[in-house]
């Protein structure tokens, strides 16, 4: 079975690439990042939509070996409750498309068949993995710019306050409050929760402005 190997990256440097595309395609931090209208006509790229592939495989979508396709299951793109996972996917695989489609181009597969068995049996091998984590951290990023999500959080200090003057239990503290915001907040990304929840947590600083 065919593998891809992906170039190491540092957090830093794949924020650095989201970063560079919001600039080239984007062109500002207006915040929900219309993702699906980039991907269809600033990228060019051909929405294919399958019946069952998420059922099949655990796939909401995937982007074609070729670069030029995004296949995407039909119920999860047609039904409003899937809206905000969707919308991480398609920017988690633009940042396929973005970082590594040199790499998927000259390894090639025969079939989409072949393809989408690479992406599933070998999800949790090192190489597949950090190619799958980096397109999540890129995602996270391009999603949820941080000067955006600073100006929410700096928004919710009023709340920050009254949760810490609140939190007299000992086993309350930054996860809690994390959550507490990240649910006050993921709908002005469009994101669901967690993907606030892990910007929250990945981002320089963030945790330190938070903590009291």
Not at 47 to 55: A, C, M
Not at 111 to 120: A, F, G, M, P
Not at 155 to 169: G, L, M, P, T
Request: glycine share 4%; net charge negative; aromatic share 10%.
């Amino acid at each position: 079975m065919k593998t891809i190997r992906s170039d190491y990256l540092t957090n830093s440097e794949i924020r650095e690439k989201a970063e560079e595309f919001r600039e080239e395609y984007i062109g500002n931090y207006e915040i929900p990042v219309n993702i699906l209208l980039i991907a269809e006509k600033q990228l060019d790229l051909k929405i294919v939509l399958e019946e069952g592939l998420g059922r099949r495989f655990d796939i909401d979508a995937y982007i074609a070996p070729n670069c030029e396709e995004l296949w995407v299951d039909t119920t999860r793109y047609t039904k409003r409750t899937w809206e905000e996972r969707l919308r991480f996917t398609f920017a988690h695989e633009i940042g396929h498309w973005y970082m590594h489609s040199q790499i998927l181009e000259e390894i090639g597969w025969d079939t989409k068949e072949d393809w989408i068995e690479t992406r599933c049996d070998q999800k949790n091998h090192n190489n597949i993995s950090s190619f799958e984590i980096q397109s999540d951290e890129f995602a996270g990023r391009l999603l949820v710019p941080k000067q955006k999500l600073v100006e929410k959080i700096e928004e919710k200090q009023d709340k920050i306050d009254e949760f810490y003057d609140n939190a007299s239990r000992p086993w309350i503290g930054f996860d809690d409050l994390k959550g507490y915001l990240a649910s006050d907040i993921c709908d002005d990304f469009k994101v669901t929760e967690k993907v606030v929840e892990k910007r929250i947590e990945k981002e320089d600083d963030i945790e330190d402005m938070l903590r009291q």
